[in-house]
């Protein structure tokens, strides 16, 4: 039983509203942080050797099909860094567009969490279609991230073989 009762209209604009809150403030909590963070190494967004440089992504979901149709954030706001196709091919343009894609990472698993929040207001089945939502609607966007990052890493990596051999 949720701890608040509403009527079901008022309960799904309440649950239309709380969700474009929630992905609005994660959004703008996102691009504050400066891009050097995302710019450094850290375990949080590695790719994992089980990844095999964003092959898995590919053969379990079929990224490569569907990528191309998932709506690039960065469009709502003007200091967004698009994502929907590189920027150059310089190794500085390929860094950036790596950090941008832990941004964009970062910005969905946190999308992630308010789910269980909808439980307070909602019939306790609605906080599980909820729970749902959030997972349908921020892990595609996750694979995505994740894909595109191992191929920016892979070329970045041979990009530095090469420059050390000339």
């Given at each position: 039983m949720p701890i608040f009762s509403f009527s079901i209209m008022w309960t799904i604009i309440i649950d239309v509203v709380a969700?474009?809150?929630f992905h609005l403030l994660v959004s703008v909590f996102c691009f504050l942080v400066p891009l050097r963070?995302?710019?450094r190494s850290s375990s949080l967004f590695k790719i994992a050797a089980w990844e095999n440089s964003g092959h898995v992504w590919h053969r379990l979901?079929?990224?490569?099909?569907?990528?191309g149709a998932v709506?690039?954030?960065a469009r709502l706001f003007k200091f967004g860094y698009e994502k929907k196709s590189l920027h150059g091919f310089d190794n500085d343009t390929l860094q950036r567009f790596a950090a941008e894609t832990k941004r964009a990472?970062?910005?969905h698993w946190l999308s992630i969490l308010p789910a269980p929040l909808f439980f307070f207001w909602n019939p306790v089945w609605a906080g599980w279609v909820m729970i749902l939502y959030a997972l349908f609607f921020n892990i595609p966007?996750?694979?995505v991230q994740r894909y595109n990052r191992a191929r920016l890493e892979m070329i970045l990596d041979r990009l530095r073989m090469f420059e050390t051999k000339n």
């Open positions: 969700w474009a809150f963070y995302f710019q979901f079929c990224v490569k099909k569907w990528k709506p690039d954030g990472e970062l910005a966007f996750i694979i």
